[in-house]
Nanobody
Framework: QVQFVESGGGLVQPGGSLRLSCAAS???????MGWYRQAPGKQRELVAS????????NYEDSVKGRFTISRDNDKNTVYLQMNSLKPEDTAVYYC???????????????WGQGTQVTVSS
């Protein structure tokens, strides 16, 4: 089973930017990939997903126009560029893999440690 290591989080001011990376232990070329986030006391939510070759992407409404998901299958890595960050973006961010764009909210694979994103003045 593929394992994931997320990195790139940190503390930023509102309006700032971060670029998250998700490194996989094996090939991801056959998987839809997604970024998720979870704040304390709240359930994990799907933020963005990207198809096998990167041509199709989906975003949660609250991040549209601000976040961009991308992938490099040769490097087995997925990225999340986050711009115009808001305090409500504060959460632990995770990545994971699925088989279909329409079922990414219900993936059942293993989760990594995630990376903390904190947006605060």
């Amino acid at each position: 089973q593929v394992q994931f290591v997320e990195s790139g989080g940190g503390l930023v001011q509102p309006g700032g930017s971060l670029r998250l990376s998700c490194a996989a232990s094996g090939t991801i070329s056959a998987y839809v990939m997604g970024w998720y986030r979870q704040a304390p006391g709240k359930q994990r939510e799907l933020v963005a997903s990207i198809g096998w070759a990167g041509g199709i992407t989906n975003y949660e409404d609250s991040v549209k126009g601000r976040f961009t998901i991308s992938r490099d299958n040769d490097k087995n890595t997925v990225y999340l560029q986050m711009n115009s960050l808001k305090p409500e973006d504060t959460a632990v961010y995770y990545c994971n893999a699925g088989s279909s764009m329409v079922t990414m909210a219900r993936v059942s694979g293993s989760w990594g440690q995630g990376t903390q994103v904190t947006v605060s003045s």
